[in-house]
């Protein structure tokens, strides 16, 4: 059982891998004549695979077709079957780089210490276009995320603090949007940050955005490590779920991305999940029960996110 996860957790970062813009995409794009955003092209990519082999093997090599492996690659990224040679395969033509490498082979054979995860959705369609259409095409993309949150005595969300390494994926980036929702309370920016553009953008009923302004303006490639700190309105409803939960939505990808709560040692959770929700509306889809350490707080490290809702939640 855990092997077959892992074979499929190998499978989803295999599939992000070739999806991340950079130079594994662009391997197997050259070859596509007709592109659909945000899918991957098999035939495309068993072209790859059977160009490696043509240069790495022998005669009999040098006659193995695209067609001829494309059911085998749709088997590996769709989870069904990714064996050892397939996984191999796709490592030496993609040249993945060693850690990548390590990670994937991890994966596969059932490693309980990286998680990847990924969902059908992190907001609601709708509200997704608003976003591309409010704040425009994307300027960066976030290496890491740290998320601490801390739960006061009274038993309300009190603050949440955020480092994030960001990397420019367009020259002159000078700023990154940052969303909320009415319980935000303030916003308090610290290194990497200059200030705040003032031009606030409504982009739902309940949902804002404002501009984060860099410490300085980042050309292709550069990266810079972001803080900032919220604390939150929430009346202090112990019977509110909304105000028992913390989710982090991820519409695009993530990498390195950790998750810590702590609790006030004067009210401690009666029981505590760490868990996935069908976007920052929907229901639970998964969780698993988590506990406190000797700081009444937990913690959860995710390898990998794609468009998903995580977090936790709990009961008094």
């Known amino acids: 059982m855990a092997q077959a996860a892992g074979r499929r957790a190998a499978s989803d970062y295999l599939r992000q891998l070739l999806l991340k813009p950079g130079s594994y995409r662009q391997a197997w794009e050259k070859h596509v004549i007709r592109a659909r955003h945000g899918s991957i092209n098999q035939l495309a990519v068993a072209e790859v695979l059977a160009r ?24 590996a990224l769709s989870g069904r079957l990714l064996s050892r040679q397939m996984l191999a395969l796709f490592i030496e033509a993609f040249e993945f780089t060693d850690d990548e490498a390590d990670r994937l082979w991890r994966l596969w054979n059932g490693s309980a ?24 095409p ?10 601490h949150l801390t739960v006061g005595a009274d038993g309300r969300m009190a603050r949440s603090r955020t480092l994030q390494v960001i990397e420019a994926t367009v020259a ?21 940050c200059a200030g705040l553009s003032g031009d606030l953008k409504q ?10 302004l860099l410490a300085r303006t980042l050309g292709l490639g550069e ?6 700190s919220s604390t939150f309105r929430y009346p202090g409803d112990p019977d509110d779920p909304h105000e028992r939960q913390y989710r982090r939505a991820v519409m695009s990808r993530l990498e390195n991305f950790d998750m810590r709560i702590e609790f006030h040692p004067d009210r401690r959770p009666a029981q505590l999940w760490w868990a996935t929700w069908d976007g920052v ?17 937990a913690q959860r490290f995710m390898r990998s996110l794609q468009r998903t809702c995580v977090g936790f939640h709990w009961t008094w």
């Open 52 to 75: 490696h082999v043509a240069r790495s093997g022998g005669a009999q090599a040098s006659a193995v077709l695209p067609r001829q492996l494309k059911d085998t690659v749709s088997r």
């Open 113 to 136: 210490t990286i998680s990847v995860m990924s969902g059908s959705r992190a907001v609601p369609i709708q509200a997704e276009q608003d976003l591309r259409q409010v704040l425009g």
């Open 138 to 147: 994307r300027r960066h993309q976030t290496l890491t995320l740290h998320d």
């Open 172 to 192: 002159g980036t000078d700023r990154i949007p940052f969303l909320y929702d009415t319980n935000l309370l303030t916003l308090e920016i610290g290194q990497g």
């Open 203 to 212: 982009i739902g009923a309940d949902l804002f955005a404002v501009d984060i």
């Open 223 to 228: 990266t810079i490590t972001m803080e900032y």
């Open 281 to 297: 509306d929907g229901d639970v889809l998964t969780q698993e029960s988590a506990s406190l350490d000797s700081q009444h707080s």
